[in-house]
């Protein structure tokens, strides 16, 4: 949805095409070990353009045009050329469970049916919607509003909530302790630009969401006037709670989207919502929301102001829209189709749907993905790659630890607070220690694939429910799968964590020198270690809690260099009539920043007293810098660009590269950037943080 506390590295569509041959077969594990390779391929490059001028073209245009843009995609870069091998590897290990056979109830019997399901494409053709038929006729026979609130409280162990978003998660001023947290959601289209903003662009794209909407409803037996009436009706009442939604730049301020208040007082302030009956028949004792957090006051509001005025029509079509969208792509081709005909075509640019198999194998990834990581670690992540990250990332903590000294803004005080919590990360690498255990996930071939997806929703939202309500926050849970290829900071337990999936090239490479490797892994770790100090994040201490720590003065002096750099980002144009959004993406570019700097110092402590030799007429300083601009390498429709400026808090690659570098002092040097290079900035211009 739209408000993760996490920060990631990248926001990523699906995954990606062709392969990359990994780079584990060394059994090294020293740390600065002899170099094999300046994992640099120089035909990624494009050399007529000047460095100076264009960094991101220099960079990457040979790469650009050798890896056109394939028909399924919005957006094809490195990272999602990494993020197709990978789906190709966790397609081998489902392919060659298929070939074995095991005990009813195992994990690998899991996957190996809800796989089966999956790719019965017979099957699902012909099974058509009916899977979702029973509730649809359900739905149409309430005649009610109170009778379809019954309906949608037998949803709630599926984990569906309507309009809003309750979940359970640590509190944000008593972060060892998990706490119902109630926000907005409730809108398909995540983003309230999309109901609500009158340019060309966004009109079409709601025009079409309109016409999808009566084209799918079609589909499950109603006609052309009926579904005409109801789509009426749904885009009515998320035109509404887009209306008294929030941005996704207003969702960055913390201290905004955190309001506690008693069960008593949220009962007196939102009646209509109640919450105690949606959260009991989610399986929350009301024991365990006693206090909770409103994060956004008022969306909830306007929840309950659009609860006591809806009618009971209204009600039960949004209700059944809401169903109808998220079964879509369980059931059958057409559905499917109708799906990606909106969602794929119009909102991304993508031509083509991805081939069945990449669609199971991301539907398997989001329902059982920890599973499947299990069995790829085994199979791929080698002990030596988690030696030699752990003594990276202690590295780049020394070296963040020297930028603070460096800083004559900051003054001991804070500087000595911000050692404290760069010293009290929790650090996570590969896959978690211990495994979720899936025994009581029921996987039952009887059934329909659809029915299942339901099982693995009812099974995830138990587990969650019984981990989390009333229960402190457990510290060595992970965020992401292992194989995922990203990375993130939590600033609730200050804890940074890279998943196996991003250690492998061109992030990370067991044989490449160290103006790779820190170019690289280097400046993710550093810039996941930055999430801590970034507009948001240095709001929360060590321990996780949102508790100031900064004097006033630093305060106000980091909040106006962060202001210079947002209004930089603000003046870039990412398409002709389209700025980018500095204050949204300020977080992400004060991390990429910060992650080039701190890397670029772990580098030369890494290797002061040695010459790295020159290779292919670059120097390790430049392939440094190289190595970091080849992680953002891609193509991308304009819608893609369109949706990413309202929705990705990341700037598009082509900014996370020529925005960034002209503020890093080393890469004038390194590149001999002068005055009346394109990409100059005076001195004074440049952001001076960390
Ligand atoms: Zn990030």
Redesign the pocket.
């Given at each position: 949805m739209n408000m993760k506390a996490i920060?990631?590295?990248l926001t990523v569509a699906l995954p990606a095409v062709l392969g990359l041959t990994s780079c584990y077969n060394n059994e090294d594990n020293a740390v600065e070990t002899a170099v094999q390779s300046t994992g640099i391929n120089i035909s990624n490059l494009d050399q007529t353009v000047r460095p100076s001028d264009d960094f991101y073209e220099y960079a990457n245009g040979g790469w650009m045009r050798s890896h056109p843009l394939p028909a399924a995609y919005s957006r094809y870069g490195t990272f999602d050329e990494l993020e197709e091998e990978n789906s190709t590897r966790i397609k081998g290990i489902l392919d060659d469970l298929q070939g074995s056979s095991f005990a009813a109830g195992t994990t690998e019997q899991k996957l190996y049916d809800l796989y089966g399901l999956a790719m019965d494409q017979d099957r699902r053709n012909g099974d058509g919607v009916k899977p979702l038929m029973g509730l649809i006729e359900q739905m149409e026979a309430a005649a009610t509003s109170e009778d379809l609130f019954e309906i949608q409280l037998a949803l709630a162990p599926l984990g569906y909530s309507a309009f809003i978003t309750a979940e359970f998660t640590a509190d944000e001023k008593n972060a060892t302790q998990n706490i119902l947290r109630v926000k907005q959601g409730g809108i398909t289209l995540e983003q309230k630009e999309y109901y609500l903003n009158t340019d060309a662009a966004n009109t079409s794209i709601r025009e079409a969401y309109k016409q999808n909407i009566v084209k799918m409803l079609q589909l499950f037996g109603f006609t052309a006037e009926q579904a005409t009436q109801k789509m009426a009706n749904i885009v009515r009442l998320e035109t509404e709670l887009a209306k008294v939604s929030r941005t996704q730049t207003e969702l960055r301020d913390p201290e905004a989207n955190y309001n506690k208040m008693t069960l008593a007082q949220f009962n007196a302030n939102y009646p209509n919502v109640q919450i105690e009956k949606v959260m009991n028949a989610m399986g929350a004792r009301s024991a365990y929301i006693q206090e909770l957090v409103v994060a956004q006051p008022e969306f909830v509001a306007g929840v309950n102001n659009l609860i006591a005025t809806m009618t009971a029509d209204e009600y039960r079509d949004y209700m059944e829209w809401i169903q109808i969208n998220k079964a879509a792509r369980y059931l059958d081709d057409e559905a499917e189709a109708t799906y990606f005909e909106f969602f794929g075509k119009v909102l991304s640019g993508r031509q083509e749907d991805y081939p069945l198999w990449q669609r199971a194998t991301l539907q398997i990834e989001d329902n059982m993905g920890e599973a499947l990581g299990k069995l790829y670690v085994e199979r791929y992540f080698p002990p030596a790659a988690k030696e030699r990250m752990l003594q990276l990332v202690r590295n780049l903590q020394t070296a963040l630890s020297e930028r603070f000294d460096a800083q004559d803004w900051m003054s001991s005080a804070t500087k000595a607070a911000a050692k404290e919590k760069l010293n009290a990360f929790i650090v996570k690498v590969g896959y978690p220690d211990k495994w979720t255990d899936m025994s009581a996930l029921n996987i039952d071939t009887q059934k329909s694939y659809y029915e299942n997806f339901l099982e693995c929703r009812r099974f995830w939202n138990a587990y969650t429910m019984e981990q989390k309500a009333g229960k402190p926050v457990d510290r060595s849970a992970w965020q992401m799968t292992p194989q995922t290829v990203n990375a993130y900071y939590e600033p609730t337990t200050n804890e940074i964590c890279f998943p196996a999936g991003i250690l492998q090239y061109p992030f990370f490479d067991m044989e490449a020198d160290d103006a790779f490797n820190y170019g690289a892994i280097g400046v993710v770790i550093g810039?996941e270690m930055t999430?801590a100090f970034d507009d948001e994040g240095h709001m929360y201490d060590k321990d996780g809690n949102l508790k100031n720590w900064w004097t006033p003065e630093d305060e106000a002096k980091f909040k106006e260099k962060a202001d210079m750099y947002a209004a930089f980002y603000d003046a870039i144009l990412v398409l002709p009539d389209l700025h980018a959004n500095g204050r949204m993406t300020l977080g992400?570019n004060l991390?990429d920043h910060g992650g080039l700097q701190v890397a670029w110092t772990a580098y030369k402590n890494a290797t002061a007293g040695q010459t790295l030799p020159t290779a292919d007429g670059l120097t390790a300083d430049q392939r440094f810098f190289l190595a970091n601009a080849s992680l953002w390498a891609q193509n991308i429709t304009e819608e893609e660009i369109r949706r990413r400026t309202i929705t990705d808090v990341h700037s598009i690659g082509r900014w996370r590269v020529n925005g960034a570098f002209p503020h890093i002092d080393a890469w004038y040097d390194t590149y001999d950037v002068k005055e009346g290079d394109k990409m100059f900035l005076p001195k004074a211009e440049r952001l001076d943080l960390w």
């Open positions: 920060k990631i590295l810039h999430h992400e991390a």
